[in-house]
């Protein structure tokens, strides 16, 4: 069964650090691996989408890495901002139950002081 | 519209109602799924339809709750009397295709408060 594991839980950083964000994953059969940005009381927006067969996507500060034999992925966000402050959600889709199901991590919470 | 649009965005329900949930995907895309999001959690898998084919329905926590797409666009999540535990945010993404590899664009959610 897939599990989905985010380190760390909570992030307080001041402005302009750069910071890394943790995401492993218990079965490495997957399709994808997807990063995503939760603010509160709001749905889902998709930050990077990284296929099985690829190692990393960047969008702007942001470079996702991808070791699908280790089961691990980073977020790294370069030079921090207070608008980044939002919950990230690391998602996999997995092989074994046909592609359907997504499993997510419970988030890192990061607040990014001014 | 633009994106995945749900309603109503926020609902109470006593203990024991039946309520309703809507997802409107984005125009044109094929897959669509329902997840349950409780408090300080990852969203979890509930259901996905496959234009109006619903082809998983493990995640759906019992036999109260119950998803639809008869015409493969909007779907509508039922839950039939309401417990506390079903206390959430449910939250419904679409996916233009078929292939496993695309992107999910997610809905801004329901908040079920049950009372």
């Known amino acids: 069964k897939q599990e989905v594991t985010q380190i760390p839980a909570a992030l307080s950083v001041p402005e302009g650090e750069n910071l890394v964000l943790n995401c492993s994953f218990t079965d490495s059969a997957i399709y994808n691996l997807q990063w995503f940005r939760q603010d509160p009381g709001k749905g889902l927006t998709s930050l990077l989408l990284i296929q099985s067969s690829q190692r990393e996507q960047t969008s702007g500060r942001l470079n996702a890495s991808l070791d699908k034999s280790s089961g691990r992925s980073t977020l790294y966000i370069a030079a921090s901002q207070p608008g980044d402050s939002a919950t990230y959600l690391c998602a996999v889709r997995g092989v074994g139950t046909g592609g359907f199901k997504t499993i997510f991590g419970a988030g890192t919470r990061l607040f990014v002081k001014a | 519209g633009a994106g995945v649009s749900q309603s109503p965005r926020y609902k109470v329900a006593k203990r024991g109602q039946d309520v309703a949930l809507r997802c409107d995907p984005i125009s044109g895309h094929v897959s669509l799924f329902w997840y349950q999001q409780a408090l300080g959690q990852g969203p979890e898998f509930l259901t996905y339809?496959?234009?109006?084919?619903?082809?998983?329905k493990s995640g759906l926590p019992s036999d109260r709750f119950f998803a639809e797409r008869p015409e493969g666009s909007v779907s509508t999540l039922k839950i039939q009397r309401t417990q506390q535990e079903d206390s959430a945010v449910y939250l419904c993404a679409s996916s233009p295709s078929l292939e496993t590899g695309r992107e999910q664009y997610f809905g801004p959610g329901t908040r079920l408060t049950v009372t």
């Open positions: 339809f496959q234009n109006e084919a619903q082809l998983d």
